[in-house]
């Protein structure tokens, strides 16, 4: 046994050795780190910059807005246009705490959108989304 003393000064006995805990949970934090930058790096990678354009198009119609892709002079790219992404999903009545991949179909706007459902969790959920009108359908 150890005697180890943890953040706010206290001590405890531990069968591991002291500090190895948060050694632990540094690693697995840049664990999650990488992954987040691969996985952002593949979808970068798979979408066009008219692919951009259309799913800023798709996250302003689903707000309301009578825009169309001549409208979008700036796009959105990397996680801001995935939280544009999700928050059109939110909007049409669906559940998308975080985009994990996008997939550009062969359809002219659609596209294959699978998020985590809901913030904490791992249940991943794929949608439809026609780009050109605003629109998100769950597979």
Not at 53 to 74: C, H, P, Q, T, Y
């Amino acid at each position: 046994m150890n005697q180890c003393k943890d953040q706010d000064g206290k001590y405890f006995l531990s069968v591991k050795p002291c500090g190895q805990d948060e050694k632990q949970k540094q690693i697995e934090a840049d664990r999650q780190k990488h992954i987040e930058a691969d996985r952002q790096t593949q979808i970068e990678a798979e979408l066009s910059q008219q692919n951009y354009k259309e799913l800023n198009l798709f996250s302003l119609r689903s707000m309301g807005m009578d825009a169309v892709i001549s409208d979008i002079k700036e796009t959105q790219t990397g996680g801001n246009a995935e939280q544009m992404i999700q928050t059109g999903i939110n909007l049409n009545g669906h559940l998308c705490a975080k985009v994990i991949k996008i997939k550009p179909l062969k359809i002219n706007g659609g596209y294959e959108v699978t998020c985590i459902a809901m913030r904490g969790g791992n249940a991943e959920k794929t949608y439809m989304l026609d780009a050109l009108k605003g629109v998100a359908s769950e597979l």
